[in-house]
């Protein structure tokens, strides 16, 4: 369960001039309540190191065959404002804090980006500028970040035409090199809502798992259904009950054998 964690928004960092590095806000990642590396044991970070276990174990087929392109996780919600962005960042950060995984963390919300200026980055080229020009690779656009173990794919330059984008046979191919260029890594996706937008269903029926955003107390059952709908193509799905409220205790984060 996840609390309600909000605050102001402040100017973004510019990329630096070589294009490859982007520097990720920690200090006010941490005023918004999100995890860091510096951040210490909370609450937040110890419901998300539950949620990250189940899908890592999927993506590497532990307890069964290994999805396939069970390393792509998209991050979803039936509507706008349930948190999906929040959870796909934590859930970036905190699997970015395993021994043995790197982590891609992709803006796929390519109709109203918001990933990069959560995270404090400029905007920069990304996941449209390669469907949308084949001679640009892949590796030109992904940035390195402060956190040493996650990169970030931006949504890159809007086009009219994303949903036949991502529908392409470009984007298939591009998903199946981001899929098995690096063994050890998970690609995360931000994704668009699922009933505000037809992106988001064509990126969930090529996913090898989804996770869908439930904002508590707002979010009908019949909404809830209606998203899962869209996402009947991936039969690997979890759900985050979103912006519960907190527990009352003396502490931050307090805990009991």
């Known amino acids: 369960m996840i609390p309600n964690t909000t605050g102001p928004r402040t100017e973004p960092f510019l990329v630096s001039p070589d294009g490859h590095f982007a520097e990720i806000d920690l200090m006010r990642l941490q005023q918004l309540g999100m995890i860091t590396h510096e951040g210490g044991r909370s609450g937040v970070a110890e419901d998300f190191r539950n949620i990250k276990r189940p899908l890592l174990r999927s993506a ?16 979803t919600s039936a509507l706008p404002g349930e948190g999906k962005t929040f959870c796909a960042i934590n859930l970036a950060m905190s699997m970015a804090m ?8 992709v803006d ?16 920069s080229p990304g996941l449209m500028d390669v469907l949308l020009d084949e001679t640009l ?3 030109e656009v992904i940035l390195r970040t402060n956190v040493p173990a996650l990169s970030l794919l931006p949504a890159g330059r809007r086009n009219k035409h994303a949903t036949e984008l991502l529908a392409s046979g470009s984007m298939s191919r591009l998903l199946d090199d981001i899929a098995s260029r690096y063994a050890d890594r998970i690609v995360i996706f931000d994704s668009p809502p699922l009933l505000l937008t037809s992106e988001a269903g ?5 996913m090898g798992q989804v996770v869908l955003v439930v904002e508590a107390e707002r979010t009908t059952h019949s909404t809830v259904r209606e998203a899962l709908r869209q996402t009947e193509n991936c039969r690997h799905v ?15 984060y307090a805990y009991y054998d």
């Open 60 to 75: 590497r087929g532990v307890d069964s065959p290994p999805i396939h392109h069970g390393n792509l996780i998209i991050v």
């Open 202 to 206: 064509v990126l969930a029926s090529q």
């Open 98 to 105: 395993e021994r043995d995984t790197t982590v891609l963390l």
């Open 137 to 139: 690779d892949l590796s």
């Open 238 to 252: 979890s759900l985050i009950y979103n912006k519960t409220q907190p527990f009352t205790c003396s502490e931050p």
């Open 108 to 123: 796929a919300d390519v109709a109203r980006p918001a990933l990069l200026n959560v995270l404090g980055v400029g905007a």
